[in-house]
């Protein structure tokens, strides 16, 4: 029989960025943990694993029929945030975005075996289909995969009248211009916008 702390780190290590250093750190903390906080922790996963699926219309995590979302009927159902994976909705969410979502579950990668029927594409084309939709903005990440994707889209929709933006690209807020790389600055350069004087 394994050491059972050798198991909770080698268990750590199969979590996406976490290497077998934080993986041993991990442990340790659990170990430090009192018994009911690490049973709290153990039965919020077993509870994720239980409960948890995809909502059917933008694939966000939910424990509905429907995520809360979609099921919103406050929010414009005729704009759609195209995101990579559920993670980036919480991002878009405090910005105080009113529209809906579209869930891909990653980006175009061939090179990964990660080809556009793998992801949600599909699905997005439908809800356009539908006519209902007035814009897509797509929010995949600024990197090759995510231009790939985000062009990808674009063409599938073309056929649409349906607007397709992309978030800008650019400088983030507090940044000193001495340490922006000439790809961000030239992206920073195409998505200006005109001063109000």
């Given at each position: 029989?394994?050491?059972?702390?050798?198991?909770?780190?080698d268990?750590?290590?199969?979590?996406?960025?976490?290497?077998?250093?934080?993986?041993?750190?991990?442990?340790?903390?659990v170990?430090?943990?009192?018994?009911?906080?690490?049973?709290?922790?153990?039965?919020?996963?077993?509870?994720?694993?239980?409960?948890?699926?995809?909502?059917?219309?933008?694939?966000?995590?939910?424990?509905?029929?429907?995520?809360?979302?979609?099921?919103?009927?406050?929010?414009?159902?005729?704009?759609?945030?195209?995101?990579?994976?559920?993670?980036?909705?919480?991002?878009?969410e405090?910005?105080?975005?009113?529209?809906?979502?579209?869930?891909?579950?990653?980006?175009?990668?061939?090179?990964?075996?990660?080809?556009?029927?793998?992801?949600?594409?599909?699905?997005?084309?439908?809800?356009?289909?539908?006519?209902?939709?007035?814009?897509?903005?797509?929010?995949?990440?600024?990197?090759?995969?995510?231009?790939?994707?985000?062009?990808?889209?674009?063409?599938?929709?073309?056929?649409?009248?349906?607007?397709?933006?992309?978030?800008?690209?650019?400088?983030?807020?507090?940044?000193?211009?001495?340490?922006?790389?000439?790809?961000?600055?030239?992206?920073?350069?195409?998505?200006?916008?005109?001063?109000?004087?």
């Amino acid at each position: 029989m394994s050491n059972p702390l050798e198991k909770l780190i080698d268990n750590f290590c199969k979590l996406p960025g976490i290497g077998r250093k934080t993986a041993q750190r991990l442990a340790f903390f659990v170990m430090s943990m009192s018994e009911n906080d690490a049973l709290e922790i153990a039965q919020a996963i077993i509870n994720l694993k239980k409960n948890a699926r995809y909502c059917p219309v933008c694939f966000n995590i939910t424990e509905n029929e429907r995520c809360n979302i979609c099921a919103n009927s406050q929010r414009d159902h005729s704009t759609i945030c195209v995101v990579e994976e559920p993670g980036n909705i919480v991002l878009f969410e405090k910005t105080g975005y009113k529209g809906v979502y579209h869930v891909l579950g990653g980006t175009i990668s061939p090179v990964d075996g990660l080809t556009a029927d793998k992801l949600k594409i599909k699905e997005l084309e439908e809800r356009v289909k539908s006519g209902a939709i007035k814009e897509v903005v797509i929010a995949t990440s600024p990197n090759t995969r995510g231009e790939l994707t985000a062009q990808w889209i674009a063409d599938l929709l073309k056929q649409y009248h349906v607007k397709v933006s992309r978030i800008a690209y650019g400088l983030p807020i507090g940044i000193d211009i001495e340490f922006a790389d000439e790809v961000t600055l030239s992206k920073a350069l195409e998505g200006r916008k005109p001063v109000n004087v």
